[in-house]
């Protein structure tokens, strides 16, 4: 009580694109009465019973709903067992103190008095932590914890508690993190650790050799759990593995780098490449569990660095706020909440979770027409300008030029148009794109005149 639930619960519906139900507010339209008037007749033990009632029956409902349930719901046995079985729950965390500021008031049955109050938040907190599956403070912490990614500075070294129950746990890190912080995360996992397996640096780790060389090495049974701790590549890589190792076992990903973070440990997308190209091969395996701890990124060389920030930019600009301006780890939590968030509305990527593409389609051809040597970050640098440019948001393409400062790369024009023409996005003999109506307001599957477009490409090649 006091949580803030009736505030946040709407919002996170939201945000995940679910049905919000309020519990009491079943019960009162139900009885025709106030919470406050049903304690006060026919009494506590009554409401109890319609409560338990109500919170049942939301719970059993087969279109997925965000479920705002007050503490006193979980003296029910019922209503545990029902969340036991059917829901992944929330605990909002918040302090006697805290709550009481929120909740003093003559309408509220159990908030009369301080001293009442805090015994009833003592007495209720065990129960709490047992029902928890997750626990968060704010809308964002919400989100993480529905999509089990776990934020927080300096995780690295709780590993061993964050890591999700397994009957033993496999470590695939690569080789540079492997020097820079292998023995760190060693230590965290401690005996949970059975068995650790090095793999390539970089794109070189996301090959059907790669994947082969650890189907093999791997002794885990269908109860393990395969830790990657690396960026993108290690993830993508250690996350097909899972997906497939036995038909698929539990993966968690610890990423190292920002693109890691904010994008790649996330929304359980997996695989490898084939030499046709890249991502050709894999599938959806969401993680049990991420751990994102920006304390990682301190050894990040810049460019890897700057990839990052590209997609936090782009983040931002699709959700309409300078994520850009927080300080790094801020940065991280926000863009890891957003994609979450659009991965939990689309988790098989058919329909809303296109809008991560902002400026990826041009970033692919560039990247594509330059053999690959051209870094991800800049490429989508400059992807973004371009989708910007053609949206006519002339203010944002100053804020991308300021923050990322895209210049021209020296590639094939003909090389490039004719792989932006066979990008996945394209129908026809026009271009599919994600623009911007605003910042905030990305618009998906634009259709568009192939000059326009190439017009746009030739701007970014010097
Ligand atoms: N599955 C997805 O949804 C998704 C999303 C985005 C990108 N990706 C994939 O991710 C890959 C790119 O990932 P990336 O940008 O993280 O690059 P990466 O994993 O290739 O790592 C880049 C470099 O940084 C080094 N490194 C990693 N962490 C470090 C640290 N903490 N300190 C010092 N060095 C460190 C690595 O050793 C490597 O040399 C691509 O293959 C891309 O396709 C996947
Ligand atoms: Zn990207």
Redesign the pocket.
């Known amino acids: 009580m006091g949580a803030g639930k009736s505030t946040l619960g709407p919002l996170l519906a939201e945000r995940l694109g679910r049905p919000f139900v309020s519990v009491d507010a079943a019960v009162e339209g139900e009885a025709g009465s106030t919470v406050a008037e049903l304690f006060a007749q026919p009494g506590e033990d009554a409401f109890r019973k319609l409560e338990e009632r109500a919170a049942c029956e939301a719970l059993s409902r087969r279109i997925p709903a965000v479920v705002e349930l007050g503490g006193g719901a979980l003296g029910s046995q019922e209503t545990r067992a029902a969340l036991e079985a059917n829901a992944f729950t929330i605990l909002l965390e918040t302090t006697p103190e805290e709550a009481w500021q929120r909740v003093s008031s003559p309408v509220r049955p159990l908030a009369r008095d301080q001293d009442e109050f805090r015994k009833l938040f003592v007495e209720r907190t065990p129960v709490y932590e047992l029902v928890a599956d997750g626990r968060a403070r704010d809308l964002d912490g919400a989100v993480l914890a529905a999509a089990g990614v776990h934020v927080r500075e300096g995780s690295t070294d709780r590993l061993a508690d964050l890591v999700p129950p397994a009957s033993a746990v496999e470590l695939v890190v ?4 492997d020097a ?2 292998g023995d760190r995360v060693r230590a965290a996992l401690g005996v949970r650790l059975s068995a650790s397996h090095v793999v390539p ?3 070189p780790a ?1 090959t059907a050799a790669e994947a082969e060389r650890l189907w093999s090495a791997l002794r885990l049974d269908r109860d393990g759990l395969v830790v990657a701790f ?7 890589l250690a996350g097909f593995v899972a997906a497939t190792h036995l038909r698929g076992v539990a993966w968690a990903p610890v ?3 920002l ?2 973070q904010v ?2 440990a ?2 359980g ?3 490898i490449d084939l030499p046709e190209g ?2 050709l091969v894999g599938s959806f395996h969401w993680p049990a569990r991420a751990i994102v701890d920006p304390d ?2 301190a ?3 810049s460019q ?1 660095l700057e ?2 920030r590209a997609e936090v930019v782009k983040t931002g600009l699709l959700l309409g706020e300078p994520l850009w301006e927080r300080d790094l780890a801020a940065q991280a939590r926000s863009a890891t909440a957003f994609k979450a968030a659009v991965c939990l509305r689309d988790p098989e990527d058919r329909g809303e979770r296109a809008q991560l593409n902002l400026g990826h389609t041009f970033a692919h051809a560039l990247e594509a027409a330059s053999g690959f040597t051209l870094s ?1 970050g800049r490429a989508v640098a400059l992807g973004l300008l371009a989708a910007l440019r053609i949206s006519g948001l002339d203010e944002q393409v100053r804020t991308v030029e300021e923050l990322l400062r895209p210049t021209p790369v020296p590639v094939d024009r003909e090389l490039a148009w004719s792989a932006l023409e066979r990008d996945k996005k394209s129908v026809g003999g026009s271009v599919r794109l994600v623009l911007l109506d605003a910042p905030g307001a990305p618009r998906m599957g634009v259709e568009l005149d192939s000059t326009e477009v190439r017009a746009a490409l030739d701007a970014l090649i010097a």
């Open positions: 690569d080789a540079n993190v820079l912080h640096v970089g794109g996301k690396g960026g993108g590549s290690t993830c993508d990423p190292t780098t693109v890691g994008d790649a996330i929304g997308k997996v695989g890249k991502n990682l990124l050894t990040l060389p890897e990839n990052g991800h």
